[in-house]
């Protein structure tokens, strides 16, 4: 019996599986297909001297990954530009003990963007992100820096794939 209701809930859930899953960004304005980044500026005096073009490329993958907007050759031919600038980039402990030692340590990062939308008609946006990563104050931030900056990345490139998705 036991056997008979478990094979019935197994043909049941089966039929109601869905038959694909995918992310269509169709919340865009179809006048929408390209896109221009300039590279990111930074403000924040502490940022690693890299870190501008390298958070400007991984925002360029995550919009051409994340939605049907492709990189414009000409930042001419953008029906969307963004620019903008990392405001914030600091190091700041979060977990003390006796003695005001820290346990744990807090990378901020914060990047204010701006949005020109050229079609179909003119608007601007703006988004200021702001991340965090916490991590053990033990840890040689020089030889980790990277792994906290590509999750932080990740988290920034998101928030501006949801503006741009969301706003249409």
Do not use: H
Request: aromatic share 10%; with cysteine.
């Amino acid at each position: 019996m036991k056997l008979i209701i478990a094979f019935i809930a197994i043909i049941l859930l089966t039929s109601c599986w869905p038959k694909s899953v995918s992310f269509v960004d169709g919340n865009l304005p179809d006048e929408w297909k390209f896109f221009s980044l300039s590279t990111l500026k930074s403000n924040a005096p502490n940022a690693p001297i890299s870190y501008s073009a390298i958070l400007s490329d991984a925002i360029k993958d995550g919009i051409q990954n994340g939605s049907r907007l492709k990189l414009a050759s000409d930042p001419k031919d953008a029906q969307i530009e963004i620019d903008g600038a990392i405001t914030s980039y600091s190091i700041t402990p979060i977990a003390l003990v006796q003695g005001d030692n820290a346990t744990q340590n807090r990378l901020t990062i914060s990047v204010k963007f701006n949005f020109y939308i050229n079609a179909p008609e003119e608007d601007e946006m703006t988004l200021v992100s702001t991340r965090f990563f916490d991590y053990d104050a033990s840890a040689d931030l020089s030889s980790q820096e990277s792994v906290f900056l590509d999750e932080i990345n990740a988290q920034i490139v998101q928030d501006v794939t949801n503006k741009l998705l969301s706003n249409w």
